[in-house]
């Protein structure tokens, strides 16, 4: 399972408009980024990019997300896969820690309070 701590941190080293800007045509407009939407055909750009808060929003068809989000429905990425990708290409690295589980032949642990 992927802590959701890690999840977060790895959003925010993202940035939105060079994983969306790998897939769609974006100019800049304002403060966000637009162009058409890669999920519906559209002649006038009605999707937008948001990089200070790192979504994606078509307006023509409602599709909406972050950018594991549009990996995993633009791309077809399964939720571990897209994470994969977004962490090797910010070159962060990621210890994986898992809980020590005792093993079959171990012996059963005593408590620390005393028994009467």
């Not at 304002?30 to 948001?50: Q, R, T």
């Amino acid at each position: 399972m992927i802590p959701p701590g890690f999840i977060q941190e790895l959003l925010s080293r993202a940035d939105i408009v060079d994983v969306v800007g790998r897939h769609v045509q974006l100019k800049k407009a304002g403060i966000n980024h637009k162009g058409l939407c890669p999920f519906h055909g559209e002649k006038s750009p009605s999707f937008i990019v948001s990089p200070s808060r790192q979504t994606y929003h078509c307006f023509g068809c409602g599709a909406h997300g972050n950018a594991v989000g549009f990996l995993m429905e633009h791309a077809g990425l399964s939720f571990p896969d897209a994470v994969r990708d977004r962490r090797s290409s910010t070159g962060w690295r990621y210890r994986k820690t898992t809980a020590r589980r005792p093993s079959a032949n171990a012996p059963p642990r005593r408590s620390s309070a005393r028994r009467r």
